[in-house]
């Protein structure tokens, strides 16, 4: 089995920043691509950022330019550096990996528990 465990969310002023982080643990071959995704309150869940293997970034229009995802594929772990944030970033994030646990499995799509990020003043 596989777990994805995230750490780093929090409440935060407008314009602040947060680091979200991600850890992928059991047995896993190679992680194809890791994300992250968010959900607010009566809105569906929406991608924020992927990351893939060969270190190719996408963004949803709404973060870019203030996010940053990153990755360390030998830790199995994805980061997102949150800065300039704003009211409507208020959400629940969700870590997701895109993995094989082997050479010739198929993939598996994988989401952590979720942590709150809340932007007041």
């Known amino acids: 089995q596989v777990q994805l465990v995230e750490s780093g969310g929090g409440l935060v002023q407008p314009g602040g920043s947060l680091r979200l982080s991600c850890a992928a643990s059991?047995?896993?071959?190679?992680?194809?691509?890791m994300g992250w995704y968010r959900q607010a309150p009566e809105k569906e869940r929406e991608l924020v950022a992927t990351i893939i293997s060969g270190g190719s970034t996408n963004y949803a229009d709404s973060v870019k330019g203030r996010f940053t995802i990153s990755r360390d594929n030998a830790k199995n772990t994805v980061s997102l550096q949150m800065n300039s944030l704003k009211p409507e970033d208020t959400a629940v994030y969700y870590c997701?990996?895109?993995?094989?646990?082997?050479?010739?499995?198929?993939?598996?799509?994988?989401w952590g528990q979720g942590t709150q990020v809340t932007v007041s003043s």
């Open positions: 997701n990996a895109l993995l094989r646990y082997g050479q010739h499995t198929p993939e598996y799509n994988y």
């Open positions: 059991g047995s896993i071959f190679i992680i194809n691509r």
